[in-house]
T-cell receptor
Framework: DAGITQSPRHKVTETGTPVTLRCHQTENHRYMYWYRQDPGHGLRLIHYSYGVKDTDKGEVSDGYSVSRSKTEDFLLTLESATSSQTSVYFC????????????FGPGTRLTVL | KNQVEQSPQSLIILEGKNCTLQCNYTVSPFSNLRWYKQDTGRGPVSLTIMTFSENTKSNGRYTATLDADTKQSSLHITASQLSDSASYICVVGPMDSSYKLIFGSGTRLLVRP
């Protein structure tokens, strides 16, 4: 998984509660991404980061915020989880150079009841 | 709207047989096209990446082709193995936004003994 870990790997939470997912990488990659994957949809970009404290919105950013205070960690926060945010969340990184190759973490399965 | 459509949605083949998966896209201009393999419960893993000027790229028993004129790509799997059972995802990288990849929803392949 390209030196990427995600935590937690599984989480069940209730509607209205805050949730933070963590993506950790060990190889100093500059670019990091958060995606969600739902049945019948391709992976959709939520937010991405191009450096410490540098982030931008993706296609489906409503209801999500991110933070990157150090190179190795990219946090995804659901301020008030809703059932529509039940999904599998993937973190990805891009090594320097090449065709913007993206390597994915193992995923976090989030269920919002 | 930039889209990536894959067919079939699912496919069952016998071990040892060949198969071809299709990808049609409307992304224009595009920089590159990738195929990913995603095992159940895991993150996607890159199989091939082709730039807009390439016609074919192989990775072992996997061969991807690209026709930029018709905006079609295919992934051919030769002599299938049980371990080929997975989802195969076609992904297009737009020229003007190389970090915001556009994902197809995948073809789920099941290889039976």
């Amino acid at each position: 998984d390209a030196g990427i870990t995600q935590s937690p790997r599984h989480k069940v939470t209730e509607t209205g509660t805050p949730v933070t997912l963590r993506c950790h990488q060990t190889e100093n990659h500059r670019y990091m991404y958060w995606y969600r994957q739902d049945p019948g949809h391709g992976l959709r970009l939520i937010h991405y980061s191009y450096g410490v404290k540098d982030t931008d919105k993706g296609e489906v950013s409503d209801g999500y915020s991110v933070s990157r205070s150090k190179t190795e960690d990219f946090l995804l926060t659901l301020e008030s989880a809703t059932s529509s945010q039940t999904s599998v969340y993937f973190c990805a990184i891009t090594p320097v150079g090449g065709y913007n190759e993206q390597f994915f973490g193992p995923g976090t399965r989030l269920t919002v009841l | 709207k930039n889209q990536v459509e894959q067919s079939p949605q699912s496919l069952i083949i016998l071990e040892g047989k060949n198969c071809t998966l299709q990808c049609n896209y409307t992304v224009s201009p595009f920089s590159n096209l990738r195929w990913y393999k995603q095992d159940t419960g895991r993150g996607p893993v890159s199989l091939t990446i082709m730039t807009f000027s390439e016609n074919t790229k192989s990775n072992g028993r996997y061969t991807a082709t690209l026709d930029a004129d018709t905006k079609q790509s295919s992934l051919h799997i030769t002599a299938s193995q049980l371990s080929d059972s997975a989802s195969y995802i076609c992904v297009v990288g737009p020229m003007d936004s190389s970090y915001k990849l556009i994902f197809g929803s995948g073809t789920r392949l099941l290889v039976r003994p």
